[in-house]
């Protein structure tokens, strides 16, 4: 567990908001949309972006190599998904934030990578970042940790918290080792890690462990010998979800 990132994935401050921003983006964000019933939940929305639409992605340049180690890594999504990805050089640019999902690669977040998701990066006040790479750039699991945030902006969540997850966490030990090296209470532990309950308004694709919506976890962090090694490229079940998040026609 000491290679432990932490992915923060940001809560919309206001639901309303948030559900507000995704069905007028795309109106098959809306649960109804699927069933013909109206409903009293906004929390089961999808957060995707309108197929076919130009995503502006503005970069926060800290040199060519690193803007250019993010786009390749963002890319890597392209040819999956019916969206056109522009991107902008913040650093070239006068107009500071002026994209649809605004990434700072400040080193500064102290090994916590953040993002918004889907939509919700349309709820953000436009003087503030979508997304936070504070990672080392050096780090060989850099690119990877890219393309897990740019799944978050694309509007997908956390697998290894799918309700049919079946890690066999050792979870006293989890919930010690992470209040001890990152001060993570049981709750966010709780939130952020371990399955969630199924949302039957939801639909869902088989549990992937080769995603890289996946978290790596260490076979010290589980009962047993279970472990999963960190998912550096894009699985058969990513491909699958940016294809029906983002058909074609
Ligand atoms: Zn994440």
Sequence with gaps: MNNFLSCDIQTPVDPRASYEAATQERKSNSPQSKSNRPTLSIGAHTKY???????????NRWDD????????????????????FEFVDLSDNDELFEGDIRIDLSPFYNKVAFSRIGTDALTTPANEVTMGLGINSTDENYSAVVIHEF???????????????????????VYEALQRNHGMSRATVDATLFPLPRDNS?????YDRHS???YQVTNDATLGDWEQLQNKHLSEGDIAFARRAYPST
């Design 202 to 206: 939801a639909t869902y694709a088989p």
């Design 49 to 59: 972006w309108a197929t076919g639409r130009t995503l502006k992605i503005a970069i």
């Design 151 to 173: 799944g978050h902006a694309l509007g997908r969540l956390h697998e290894h918290q799918h309700p049919d997850a079946d890690i066999p966490w050792d979870r006293e030990k």
């Design 65 to 84: 190599d690193l803007f250019n180690t993010v786009k390749n890594s963002i890319n890597q999504w392209a040819p999956y998904v019916n969206l056109n």
């Design 212 to 214: 890289v919506m996946h």
